[in-house]
């Protein structure tokens, strides 16, 4: 999407890039960040084990991204996960539908941004989100595996921060599926380079699996996610005394 207008942030937003504010502002933010983390923590407590989508937001229906997105989405459904996406239109709104049209849970961790985003119509809850840091802290934080499709800047900060995360284990090595190896060319030879100049460790090889195929992408997670992490879909109730519903 191209766009001539100019984009101005947001007063928090140009709050939190500034630099150094008053003592009074900056506890001010803090304050919102914390409790924008608690309203996320109780909108997807119950939400179940989930595999997160990431991809671009700018991929229309008639195209081959959208198309593969919303077979994965269904295909995740089935083995029993909830379909996690940022909420959004394109790749996004792909892997929600399929969940969605295949019987299966689908939530969504909305960006607030002047342009671009706003849910999608595939979403059983959603949350919005004024932060990016905040948003891929619950796009991991209920995760056990994550599907990278065709996607922009977002889509590789996304992947790098699922990957630094894992490969300094703050949090368990769940499976990493880059999806489309055509599309992907090039980030993966740049990753193997990185590899072979010992900017990474050859093991970090490992931590990603590049298929062109649904049932392969699904065998892997089984295999490295369900399996591995003994995945029981628990049934957490509902404390009505916090207030909490598994309602929308």
Known sequence: MKTDKKIKLSIDQSLFVCG??????????????FLNFIKAFRKMHFVGPCVTVFGSARFTKDTEHYKNAEKIGGALVKTGFTVMTGGGPGIMEAANKGAFEAG?????????????????????KWINIPYFFLRKVILVKYSYAFVVM????????????ALT????????????????????????????IMAENE?????????????????????????????????????????????????K
């Open 104 to 124: 299966g849970n689908s939530v969504g961790c909305n960006i607030i941004l002047p342009f671009e985003q706003k849910p999608n119509p595939y979403l059983h």
């Open 20 to 33: 150094p504010l008053s003592r009074f502002k900056e506890l001010s933010f803090a304050f919102k960040v």
């Open 165 to 192: 995360l894992i490969q300094t284990r703050v949090i368990q090595d769940f499976p990493v599926v880059i999806f489309d190896s055509e599309y992907h060319k090039e980030l993966c030879h740049h990753i193997q």
């Open 199 to 247: 900017s990474i460790s050859p093991e970090d090889m490992k931590l990603l699996f590049v298929t062109d195929s649904v049932e392969d992408l699904i065998t892997h997670i089984k295999t490295n996610s369900i399996t591995k992490f003994g995945l029981v879909k628990k049934q957490v109730k509902p404390k009505w005394w916090l207030g909490e519903s598994t309602n």
């Open 150 to 161: 065709p996607g922009g800047i977002g889509t590789l900060d996304e992947l790098f921060e």
